[in-house]
């Protein structure tokens, strides 16, 4: 019918970090013919950024932890606005998780009993992160990555064909979900970076793990792959987006040299022992413990100290607070004047922790700081600010099988998916999630598959043309604009207007501006041919994030209220009003559309795991269980 | 603080190709990947670089710099004089796709060749035991972000397309010593490494160490180890005679 390359499969994984691989895993396993989508190479996916480690309540560092702890921090660190199932499914499952990745081959540091050594994060009460080094993210992905190979070896030997059931195409674009007539999944749509020739694929169901959107904003930790794929191939496709307002700030990214500005410093040098000072050397995060924290963290640098030793009496350093909270404190010290030469904050482990236990516990971070910015981080302290990481808003999904809202055969698991992390995530839960999520997405497909019992359904060769069509829009347009320019523009806007402080005025105008932008990049020209074009692939990345950008925007101005990684100036307080409500992104046309929707109920037996004080900190008086004592646990 | 560098960067594909010359701004603090999107954005927006992360973590953007292999986005533009044309060239070893980018398949069919990990069956998960110092060798080898530079430099490959077949190159052979030292790996795998993978055309260069990003110690610590214990098992009549004897004993 087409010249295009074709090929069948049961399930297409968009996206192949943690989410992805571990979904193709599980489908692979589930029987699923498996096809895995990489915008890059395999192995080169952001999960490899991931530093700090895996939060999973193993218990190997303080016996005390259980899920029910972790659950605990999870909501907390949120604030309340975490799917609650979801938070639940993932503190309960996180240890197996964990725990398989060993029988891939992964080899996480040691506790003395030789079990898997867990370290010190923010927003955990107990050392809870599985790790290696600073580098716990590249183990993720190259155990993942070698467990597929070993189930491609599994196949040769039975089948002959190491591809047959699980194939890996690299460097490969998705920019269109295939749909039947009644909006049902039926394929996709995408071109080889190599060759630029466009490939279909035949398939019921189709998995989106394709990460963040980071790269709307100038200053980032994300890499050119965060441009928002899978958000906005969802809401094309029809489905919804949750709470796309809350987007993650880390509070520490390098801030010199201003070629490097935005990547990440690792919150395991906090964790191991690092403070933040500001320039007349004082340790200001005593300043900003925020009162619904209070109990929990020190309020003297004494105690602070004690803590890494006697955490038993001792309470936690506040640089160890969830990282909205880090990351609106150092934003304040600079903004009043009390910054470093490079409008940041100093970060020192140097006078904490003697040179060889850095090098040791921080191999990454001395190398990058050496390599990049000249500087020893053994010997003097690191300049550092906030810096967009990651976006805690994504496709709604159901929290058991990671089915997308309105569109059959669609699934969303990772950083892509919303609803886990609340208004703000916390360090370490972002790996276990990929990997509780990506098995749930994975074993969800297959679900799916088997209930259609072979009655695939089909798209029309009319949706077939009209994305190819689009596709190769930007070669058809003449003396339009350069896709790098308008880039440049949207990650200014975004950085200037809809950053880690927000306002009404400044939100509107950055509104006004996208609508700008939108129209501009309907004709955006592009030179040369498709072959390995990245002018091309950037002029077809740039829709995605505009669409994306609007939501985050949209739904900014209309939560009135500051939540985790959404501060509003002028509504500096938390509200209840708004922590009962979810606002949910669809799109119409070209129109993004975001509505309000009532939270999902937190169960009674999840509520009474709080003290019933902490509780009332953050829900209204009716929604407080009722108990004859009165206490809540 | 900006100037103007002088660069040369090959532009082609598969059939041909040459080196082109460019003139283009420098500021401070940046390497040679940002000189690469400068280019983009400015004056060839169809430039041909594979990159991801730019901070030194995913092995994406390796290439030649003025003929050596290095990664683009951790090679600072503070190491060159202003004066200094600067040469950017595709990795030598394998077939270019276009510009920067080359097709590095080899390595991905390589490393489908060796054995995956082989645990004890009867262990279960959650029980896996062992000691920091008895991981710490296997794990200096999985600090490696597969940014192939080594295969790249080796001279086994270099230039010998015909030695690719029986050579799994220094990243790979790595891998299979990765595996040998894993304390809970399962199987034999010395013999694989000199029969399979051909660690006997290795003559200890340390070409690969050399341009190691991670600055892993892949000749020392990972393909003379496996030589040692290649050799031990060949031509020790001990060990020769000990597996005979327990042959003949299965």
Redesign the interface.
């Known amino acids: 019918m087409s010249d295009f390359e074709e090929h069948r499969y049961d399930v297409v994984i968009i996206g192949a970090g943690g989410a992805g691989l571990r979904a193709a895993i599980a489908a692979r396993e589930a029987g699923l013919r498996t096809a895995i989508i990489c915008k890059?190479?395999?192995?080169?996916a952001?999960t490899?950024?991931a530093e700090g480690g895996i939060a999973a309540s193993?218990g190997n560092a303080n016996s005390n932890d259980n899920w029910q702890v972790h659950y605990r921090d999870t909501m907390r660190g949120g604030k309340f606005l975490n799917n609650p199932r979801m938070a639940e499914l993932h503190a309960k499952e996180a240890?197996?998780r964990v725990?398989?990745l060993?029988?891939?081959?992964a080899?996480?540091?040691?506790t003395k009993?030789?079990?898997i050594?867990q370290r010190n994060f923010g927003g955990h009460e107990y050392p809870r992160l599985a790790h290696?080094?600073d580098?716990t993210?590249?183990?993720l992905i190259?155990t993942l990555q070698?467990?597929i190979?070993?189930l491609?070896?599994e196949d040769e030997r039975e089948t002959g064909s190491?591809d047959g059931k699980l194939r890996v195409f690299?460097e490969l674009t998705v920019t269109e979900l295939m749909q039947d007539s009644s909006g049902a999944i039926a394929g996709a749509f995408g071109y080889w970076r190599?060759s630029g020739r466009f490939v279909v694929f035949r398939a019921p169901a189709v998995v989106l793990a394709t990460g963040g959107i980071g790269k709307s904003f100038k200053v980032t930790s994300n890499?050119?792959?965060y441009t928002g794929d899978g958000h906005a191939l969802a809401l094309r496709a029809g489905s919804t987006l949750l709470n796309m307002e809350f987007v993650q700030f880390h509070p520490t990214g390098m801030v010199?040299?201003?070629?490097?500005k935005g990547?990440?410093v690792t919150e395991s040098v906090r964790g191991d022992g690092g403070v933040l000072r500001n320039s007349d050397g004082k340790r200001f995060m005593f300043n900003y413990v925020p009162d619904v924290f209070r109990k929990n963290y020190a309020e003297t640098e004494e105690e602070a100290d004690r803590w890494y030793t006697d955490p038993e009496h001792n309470k936690r350093p506040p640089e160890l607070l969830p990282r909205d909270e880090v990351a609106r404190a150092i934003n304040s010290e600079v903004k009043a004047g009390r910054g470093t030469p490079h409008g940041g904050v100093f970060l020192d482990v140097s006078t904490r922790l003697p040179a060889e236990e850095i090098i040791r516990r921080l191999?990454?971070m001395h190398?990058?700081f050496k390599?990049?910015?000249d500087v020893d981080i053994t010997a003097e302290p690191m300049e550092v600010g906030p810096t967009c990481h990651y976006v805690m808003g994504g496709v709604e999904v159901d929290p058991d099988s990671a089915a997308a809202a309105r569109v059959p055969g669609l699934f969303a698991a990772g950083e892509v998916a919303g609803g886990m992390h609340g208004s703000n995530r916390l360090g370490g839960n972002s790996l276990s999630d990929l990997l509780v999520f990506g098995r749930r997405a994975g074993i969800g497909a297959a679900d799916y598959v088997a209930g259609l019992k072979g009655e695939y359904p089909e798209f029309s060769d009319e949706s077939l043309n009209a994305a190819s069509q689009a596709a190769l829009a930007p070669f058809d347009t003449e003396n339009g604009e350069?896709?790098?320019?308008l880039h440049?523009e949207l990650q200014q806007t975004m950085n200037d207007l809809v950053g880690i402080i927000r306002k009404a005025e400044e939100i509107a105008e950055a509104l006004n501006k996208l609508q700008v932008l939108k129209a501009r990049a309907k004709v955006v020209s592009?030179?040369?041919?498709r072959?390995?074009?990245?002018?091309?692939h950037l002029a077809l990345d740039l829709q995605n994030m505009i669409a994306v950008s609007e939501c985050v925007a949209k739904a900014a101005l209309i939560r009135e209220e500051s939540r985790g990684g959404h501060t509003r100036d002028d509504f500096p307080e938390m509200s209840n009003f708004w922590r009962q409500r979810n606002l949910i992104c669809s799109q119409v046309e070209d129109e993004i559309n975001v509505v309000e929707q009532p939270i999902p109920e937190i169960r009674d037996d999840l509520k009474r795991l709080f003290e019933r004080d902490e509780l009332s900190k953050y829900l209204t008086e009716a929604e407080l269980p009722t108990l004859a004592d009165g206490s809540a646990s | 603080m900006s100037y103007q560098a002088k660069f040369r960067v090959w532009r082609g594909d598969e059939q041909s190709g040459d080196l082109k010359d460019f003139t283009v701004e420098v500021n401070e603090g940046e390497v040679v990947l940002d000189i690469i999107h400068r280019l983009q954005a400015t004056q060839a927006s169809d430039l041909a670089v594979r990159w991801n992360c730019k901070a030194g973590k995913c092995g994406s953007c390796s290439a030649e710099i003025n003929g050596r292999p290095r990664l683009l986005c951790m090679t600072r533009m503070s190491t060159f004089s202003e004066e200094e044309t600067i040469t950017v060239t595709p990795m030598r070893a394998f077939p270019v796709i276009r510009d920067l980018v080359t097709d590095v398949s080899f390595n991905y069919k390589k490393a489908r060749e060796i054995p995956a990990f082989a645990p004890p069956k009867d262990l279960a998960p959650g029980e896996y035991r062992m000691a920091q110092v008895d991981v710490e060798r296997s794990q200096e080898f999985r600090k490696c972000i597969e940014c192939f530079l080594c295969q790249d430099t080796c001279h086994v490959v270099r230039d010998h397309e015909e030695n690719k077949e029986a050579f799994a190159g220094p990243r790979f052979l790595m891998r299979v010593a990765e595996l040998d030292m894993h304390p809970l790996d399962s199987l034999d795998r010395k013999n694989q490494a000199q029969e399979e993978f051909g660690l006997g055309m290795c003559n200890i260069t340390k070409c690969c160490t050399e341009v190691c990003p991670e600055h892993i110690k892949i000749t020392d610590n990972a393909l003379i180890p496996m030589k040692e214990r290649v050799v031990d098992r060949k031509y020790d009549p001990l060990v020769w005679l000990g597996s005979k004897i327990s042959r003949r004993g299965q």
């Not at chain 1, 890059?40 to 080169?44: A, I, N, P, T, V």
């Not at chain 1, 592009?526 to 041919?529: A, D, L, N, Q, W």
């Open positions: 890059s190479l395999f192995g080169k952001h490899v950024m193993m240890p197996d725990w398989e060993e029988t891939y081959g080899l996480f540091d040691r009993e030789g079990k050594s290696v080094g580098r993210g590249l183990e190259r070698q467990k190979v070993s491609q070896q190491p690299a190599e890499s050119w792959e010199w040299p201003p070629s490097v990547i990440l191999p990454s190398h990058q390599e990049l910015a350069n896709p790098y320019t440049q592009v030179e040369g041919h072959q390995f074009n990245p002018g091309w």
